[in-house]
């Protein structure tokens, strides 16, 4: 996580760039009803990818169906979850701030509202863990560049312990969108 102090150096993935892809992705995919569940309020990783997701909403001239907030925890998402998609008219996708939520709100739609994902609801995440490419899951989602990450810190530490920087530094790396099972992939969509 970046920290809102320009004194301290950060090594991140481009959150908001990750939110606005998946946010286009859902849109090319013909997602009417786009739902957001976020993570902790406080954290600049919820709030730049969701602010990326906002701003390729309205690029395409929607607003955010509905919005919950699961806090990082999975019980609460699966609360948030229920909550969301019960109701009459539910979200078609929806954009969860981690992958370990995704995969709460996938449990919910798939075994407690019996709902088919993607078919019914399109589901993605963030972060690209390991257990996201398990077949179970199979979700689509934004990779953080976690190696080139550490490599990025391991040298911005190796400066200022060799004299080399007198300053804070923060980078931000591109995170690739991982196209999987969870969501309806667009026509066209480069494979």
């Given at each position: 996580?970046?920290?809102?102090?320009?004194?301290?150096?950060?090594?991140?993935?481009?959150?908001?760039?990750?939110?606005?892809?998946?946010?286009?992705?859902?849109?090319?995919?013909?997602?009417?009803?786009?739902?957001?569940?976020a993570g902790w309020e406080g954290?600049?990783?919820?709030?730049?990818?969701?602010?990326?997701?906002?701003?390729?909403?309205?690029?395409?001239?929607?607003?955010?169906?509905?919005?919950?907030?699961?806090?990082?925890?999975?019980?609460?998402?699966?609360?948030?979850?229920?909550?969301?998609?019960?109701?009459?008219?539910?979200?078609?996708?929806?954009?969860?701030?981690?992958?370990?939520?995704?995969?709460?709100?996938?449990?919910?739609?798939r075994f407690d509202l019996r709902?088919?994902?993607?078919?019914?609801?399109?589901?993605?995440?963030?972060?690209?863990?390991?257990?996201?490419?398990?077949?179970?899951?199979?979700?689509?989602?934004?990779?953080?560049?976690?190696?080139?990450?550490?490599?990025?810190?391991?040298?911005?530490?190796?400066?200022?312990?060799?004299?080399?920087?007198?300053?804070?530094?923060?980078?931000?790396?591109?995170?690739?969108?991982?196209?999987?099972?969870?969501?309806?992939?667009?026509?066209?969509?480069?494979?």
């Amino acid at each position: 996580r970046a920290q809102d102090d320009p004194r301290l150096s950060s090594v991140t993935s481009d959150n908001f760039a990750g939110g606005r892809k998946l946010a286009d992705f859902l849109i090319a995919g013909a997602h009417q009803r786009i739902a957001h569940i976020a993570g902790w309020e406080g954290a600049s990783t919820q709030r730049d990818r969701e602010a990326g997701c906002m701003e390729g909403l309205e690029a395409a001239n929607q607003t955010l169906f509905a919005r919950g907030c699961g806090e990082f925890n999975y019980e609460r998402t699966k609360e948030v979850a229920l909550q969301m998609f019960s109701g009459a008219e539910r979200p078609d996708a929806v954009f969860v701030a981690n992958d370990h939520m995704a995969f709460a709100v996938m449990d919910v739609l798939r075994f407690d509202l019996r709902l088919r994902v993607p078919q019914d609801v399109s589901v993605v995440g963030y972060d690209d863990v390991a257990l996201a490419a398990w077949p179970s899951y199979n979700l689509t989602t934004v990779r953080q560049p976690a190696a080139r990450m550490v490599e990025g810190a391991i040298e911005i530490l190796m400066d200022r312990l060799n004299g080399r920087a007198d300053c804070a530094r923060q980078v931000t790396l591109d995170g690739p969108l991982q196209v999987r099972g969870s969501a309806r992939v667009p026509k066209g969509w480069p494979s």
